[in-house]
């Protein structure tokens, strides 16, 4: 299988009668959704896709992807690099189909109004949903300290009169 261009939008179908195989990368500039959550800029996704029909005669998107991110560590704030790997499978449905009778071991993805899918949408949410919910440093080599911070002094305020305390006197001297 050579490296080819990861196409944008295919009709899923028509890639499973010809069995296509996509091996291929995806830039990172391409995908909006996930700039803004990892801190680099630039990069590229190694993306393997092959398109098949299962035993039920199901049209089956099975893929993985490789990708080296950096997010920002949630308890140093420092710079974290996650080395991200997913293995997916899919199967389209139409606009608006049940899709209660399918194998569970497929997610779901729909087709548009064209009967097609967005596979760098798909490969991007994948990508999204393998960074972890709160990534963070191994506690051995995080930076964070258990130390409480200090920035400054605080000034002690000037204590203030009650203005209620004139409240009161007006009350006890009627």
Known sequence: MQKVKIPITLDPSRAAQRRSDYEGVVMLEELSRLEQVVLDEAGEIAVTVRFEFDEQGLAVIRGNFSAKVHVTCQRCNGELGLDLEQDFAYTPVGLGAESDDLPESYDVVELDE???????????????????????????????SDKPTRFGEIDEEDSKPNPFEILKQLKKDS
Do not use: K, T, W, Y
């Not at 064209?114 to 995080?142: K, Y």
């Open 114 to 144: 064209h009967g097609e899918i967005n596979l760098r949408q798909l490969i991007e949410d994948e990508l999204i949903l393998s960074i972890p919910i709160v990534p963070m440093h191994d506690e051995a080599s995080c930076s964070f």
